[in-house]
């Protein structure tokens, strides 16, 4: 059982940054493959950033250039660095998990919600105009 734990959030003017954390209070991800989705009122959640074991990274192409998903191995936190922030980036942003047996991310995979096993309760994100 993982359990994974969202910060960071907030509310934030157009052009604005945040930064958000994922954590695994008690245990690690060094082992799994963390990726970020995001879910705007009345729409499916949807693919932001993945990053493997190693830090092989992954983007959906609305985010590319503005986002930056990272980790850090001695906590254990997987990290979203969002600049340039759109009104269109409002949502909910949840962490997700899955068990990596290798350290590579599939892009085919990964942007599929039933790809991950874990997931945390996410965190609100507000741009305003």
């Known amino acids: 059982q993982v359990q994974l734990l969202e910060s960071g959030g907030g509310l934030v003017q157009a052009g604005g940054s945040l930064k958000l954390s994922c954590g695994a209070p008690?245990?690690?991800?060094?082992?799994?493959?963390v990726a970020w989705f995001r879910q705007a009122p009345g729409k499916e959640r949807q693919f932001v950033a993945a990053?493997?074991?190693?830090?092989?990274?992954y983007y959906a192409g609305s985010v590319k250039g503005r986002f930056t998903i990272s980790r850090e191995t001695a906590n254990s936190t997987i990290y979203l660095e969002m600049n340039s922030l759109e009104p269109e980036d409002t949502g909910n942003f949840y962490c997700a998990a899955t068990f990596a047996s290798r350290d590579h991310v599939d892009p085919r995979s990964v942007v599929n919600l039933r790809s991950f096993r874990w997931w945390g309760r996410g965190t609100q994100v507000t741009v305003s105009s």
């Open positions: 008690g245990g690690t991800l060094s082992r799994y493959t």
């Open positions: 990053i493997s074991m190693n830090g092989k990274t």
